[in-house]
């Protein structure tokens, strides 16, 4: 006689099937509920923009990240030295940390809202002085507190590098290429127009541009002789071309992120066909090159 199943009163089981009269129970799968409990919250997502405070040639610094990729550091105050007086951007020496998470906090306020990179320009204030600006409002001054590997002489040039830095891992924004006149004020020539080098008393300007694509060298060759004769120093604003006479300098333009440097022809190459010039180890930092490994360039040539 077959035995009839019964419901069991266990509300945590179900009857699944039935074997020769006998009854095969299960646990059933306990019901997830979708709600949050009070004053639970979901798990912020990760800053855009992020501090890392370390040390640098002696003296306390903080470098933004954007995407995980360093853009540039703020130095404090050499060690030994009393902390506590100010100085330009309103922060103290000493403590670096504090204009690089307010940059930071401001940064990843704007990437939440509808903002543009393309907005984040260079200007010169009535005192000379170069800020980072987003519209109408300044995020930080540019002074000797700042670096970043590529730092030059030229402080226009650096503080464009840097914001461009920020444009292209911010939004992807193209690099600039001058500073933003005031209001009202007669357009700026373009880069590839104006005076690009200040030698001892002389301006130097471009005798010629060239255009082709970049690669760069330093790993294996160190302390070998270049074609000029001396030893090549990977880390050396030095670089490698065919044609150019031994010691003139070359402004070379990285077109991907408008980062630039000068460098001084002292050895003949590339030998590998389609490259235009091949630039030291120190050359392809300054220039953002060292993880791309190639890229087109312009090349500015200034003469000796």
Same mark, same amino acid.
């Given at each position: 006689?077959?035995?009839?199943? &019964?419901?069991?009163?266990?509300?945590?089981?179900?009857?699944?099937?039935?074997?020769?009269?006998?009854?095969?129970?299960?646990?059933?799968?306990?019901?997830?509920?979708?709600?949050?409990?009070?004053?639970?919250?979901?798990?912020?997502?990760?800053?855009?923009?992020?501090?890392?405070?370390?040390?640098?040639?002696?003296?306390?610094?903080?470098?933004?990240?954007?995407?995980?990729?360093? @853009?540039?550091?703020?130095?404090?105050?050499?060690?030994?030295?009393?902390?506590?007086?100010?100085?330009?951007?309103?922060?103290?020496?000493?403590?670096?940390?504090?204009?690089?998470?307010?940059?930071? /906090?401001?940064?990843?306020?704007?990437?939440?809202?509808?903002?543009?990179?393309?907005?984040?320009?260079?200007?010169?204030?009535?005192?000379?002085?170069?800020?980072?600006?987003?519209?109408?409002?300044?995020?930080?001054?540019?002074?000797?507190?700042?670096?970043?590997?590529?730092?030059? &002489?030229?402080?226009?040039?650096?503080?464009?590098?840097?914001?461009?830095?920020?444009?292209?891992?911010?939004?992807? /924004?193209?690099?600039?290429?001058?500073?933003?006149?005031?209001?009202?004020?007669?357009?700026?020539?373009?880069?590839?127009?104006?005076?690009?080098?200040?030698?001892?008393?002389?301006?130097?300007?471009?005798?010629?541009?060239?255009?082709?694509?970049?690669?760069?060298?330093?790993?294996?060759?160190?302390?070998?002789?270049?074609?000029?004769?001396?030893?090549?120093?990977?880390?050396?604003?030095?670089?490698?071309?065919?044609?150019?006479?031994?010691?003139?300098?070359?402004?070379?333009?990285?077109?991907?992120?408008?980062?630039?440097?000068?460098?001084? @022809?002292?050895?003949?190459?590339?030998? @590998?066909?389609?490259?235009?010039?091949?630039?030291?180890?120190?050359?392809?930092?300054?220039?953002?090159?060292?993880?791309?490994?190639?890229?087109?360039?312009?090349?500015?040539?200034?003469?000796?």
């Amino acid at each position: 006689m077959r035995n009839t199943p &019964k419901m069991l009163g266990l509300g945590t089981v179900t009857l699944i099937s039935l074997v020769v009269g006998t009854s095969l129970l299960v646990p059933a799968a306990p019901v997830r509920s979708e709600v949050l409990k009070v004053g639970e919250r979901t798990q912020p997502a990760a800053p855009l923009v992020t501090v890392r405070p370390h040390t640098l040639a002696g003296r306390p610094a903080a470098t933004l990240f954007v995407r995980n990729l360093p @853009i540039f550091s703020f130095l404090g105050q050499k060690s030994g030295v009393a902390v506590g007086t100010k100085v330009a951007n309103g922060r103290v020496e000493g403590d670096p940390l504090v204009p690089a998470t307010q940059l930071a /906090a401001r940064l990843n306020r704007l990437s939440q809202q509808r903002w543009d990179a393309k907005d984040l320009q260079v200007v010169r204030d009535d005192r000379q002085h170069l800020w980072l600006q987003y519209k109408n409002e300044r995020l930080l001054r540019f002074d000797d507190t700042l670096t970043f590997d590529g730092l030059t &002489k030229d402080q226009v040039q650096n503080a464009l590098q840097m914001t461009n830095r920020l444009r292209l891992r911010l939004g992807n /924004a193209p690099p600039l290429t001058a500073m933003t006149p005031p209001a009202g004020a007669p357009a700026q020539p373009s880069l590839a127009q104006r005076v690009l080098t200040v030698a001892v008393g002389s301006v130097r300007s471009v005798r010629s541009v060239l255009q082709g694509w970049a690669s760069w060298y330093g790993p294996g060759f160190q302390g070998r002789r270049t074609a000029s004769g001396e030893p090549f120093n990977p880390q050396a604003l030095t670089a490698a071309h065919r044609t150019l006479p031994f010691g003139t300098q070359v402004r070379v333009t990285n077109l991907r992120n408008g980062q630039a440097v000068v460098v001084r @022809i002292n050895d003949r190459g590339p030998h @590998i066909p389609g490259r235009e010039i091949d630039i030291s180890t120190g050359a392809a930092q300054a220039v953002g090159l060292i993880q791309m490994g190639t890229a087109p360039v312009r090349l500015e040539v200034l003469g000796p």
